[in-house]
């Protein structure tokens, strides 16, 4: 999905994905070469919900893998469920509770429901997706047990289904270049980035990215840019929206002479993990993408909260109310993947209001303080998850149990 440039190629790539569905059937039904012997199961992103069809046809379980939190599974759930009421509740826009949560969680309308204003084919999508769940033998979830036990126990009782959190994925394979190659190549040598962290102070760097998906405009760039100068902080910032334009890309390069040292501006994909496990880095003004949220608390590093659409608002709310290690930016409306210049959502951020939840963020009081051992201690709960006899060890135990 990384590679689609367009909101408007999403759909068509998602149809042309469905396109392999008798392919793959085919290979699998083919004797192996190589001697293998025929699968036990298929373990497929919820979003190849066509998979469930070639399961059945091959008489294997199909096991569902969600790159979503087991908050964001547990709450839509909950929001579907309640979707009458709350509607009449929150006319107007206003924020509502979320009913039968054990914390008070409140969002808007837009935020519950990402998918309330796409296009027909876009739904009937969601419908299709939705239907091979129901079916699913299982799900698979990049999430630990300590992390959002109430959650995927909730989720458990309401589907009857096996759910095994398997994560953090980001700790599975923890030497430097296996770090560096998580996601696509990063677009600046390790070495570059590593020696810069090494020449900062512990815990005084702000790491900043919008994602892989969302697109900023040069307007909004320059605000966030500004916000960072007028911070003092030393940070690492990903923009890869100065691969693609020449006007980004000659703003940014007039920043980095502005700032010197005390900046480092990625022109593209980052090695992330790389970086917030490094211990120059205080901080992480992130998205909230799921992976990359998990990816913070695997690292223990405390977050400013900017979601753009999606699961990223009830992920906010996960991180900033229930397990307390983040502060918000302040966003309250989804933004469109990719925002127009000279829109209404050119800018959603200003400078100033970037500066001030950096400047939460890195708080040296007693608040700032408690924030970032809390997320320390989630980081040790992480690392333990992932251990042998933790428990997405087990997880992933009951899984090959299950299979076999």
Same mark, same amino acid.
């Given at each position: ?7 408007? *190629? ?15 059937? %085919? ?23 066509? %998979? ?5 046809? *091959? ?24 979707? +009458? ?43 299709? =997706?939705? +239907?091979?769940?129901?079916? %699913? ?67 005084? $760097? ?57 900046? *480092? ?8 993990? %790389? =970086?917030?496990?490094?211990?120059? $880095? ?18 223990? $590093? ?41 829109? *209404?959502?050119? $800018? ?57």
């Amino acid at each position: 999905m990384d590679l689609v440039r367009s909101v408007n *190629l999403v759909l068509p790539f998602m149809r042309a994905m469905f396109l392999l569905r008798a392919p793959l059937e %085919t290979h699998l039904r083919s004797p192996d070469p190589d001697r293998w012997p025929p699968p036990d199961c298929i373990i497929s992103d919820t979003l190849h919900y066509w %998979t469930a069809d070639v399961a059945r046809s *091959l008489s294997i379980p199909r096991l569902s893998f969600h790159t979503t939190s087991g908050f964001f599974l547990t709450c839509s759930l909950i929001l579907e469920r309640h979707r +009458a009421e709350l509607q009449l509740l929150s006319s107007g826009g206003a924020p509502f509770l979320i009913p039968d949560l054990p914390q008070p969680i409140r969002v808007t309308m837009t935020q519950a429901f990402p998918h309330s204003h796409a296009e027909p084919s876009s739904n009937k999508m969601m419908e299709d =997706i939705g +239907a091979a769940d129901d079916l %699913t033998d299982g799900v698979i979830i990049n999430t630990f047990e300590e992390l959002e036990h109430w959650y995927l126990n909730s989720y458990r009782g309401a589907t009857g289904k096996l759910v095994w959190p398997v994560g953090p994925l980001s700790l599975y394979k923890e030497g430097a270049e296996a770090k560096a190659a998580r996601g696509k190549e990063s677009s600046v040598k390790i070495e570059v980035v590593v020696r810069w962290l090494d020449r900062q102070k512990a815990g005084s $760097v702000v790491l900043v990215s919008s994602g892989s998906v969302a697109r900023n405009t040069l307007a909004q760039l320059m605000q966030i840019g500004y916000g960072l100068e007028d911070s003092g902080m030393a940070f690492v910032w990903a923009i890869k929206e100065a691969r693609d334009s020449e006007e980004v890309s000659r703003w940014v390069t007039e920043m980095e002479e502005r700032i010197g040292e005390r900046g *480092l501006v990625i022109k593209g994909w980052m090695p992330q993990v %790389t =970086i917030l496990s490094h211990v120059a $880095v205080g901080g992480f003004m992130t998205h909230c993408g799921w992976n990359s949220t998990l990816e913070a608390v695997a690292a223990g $590093v405390p977050m400013a909260t900017w979601p753009h659409f999606y699961d990223q608002f009830l992920n906010e709310r996960l991180v900033v109310d229930v397990l307390r290690v983040g502060v918000e930016v302040g966003v309250r409306e989804p933004t469109a993947v990719v925002v127009e210049e000279g829109s *209404l959502e050119e $800018v959603k951020v200003t400078r100033d209001e970037l500066r001030r939840a950096l400047a939460r963020l890195m708080d040296s009081g007693e608040e700032g303080k408690r924030r970032r051992q809390r997320a320390r201690d989630l980081g040790e709960k992480a690392r333990r998850a992932m251990e042998e006899a933790g428990s997405s060890w087990q997880s992933l135990e009951n899984i090959i149990r299950f299979v076999n």
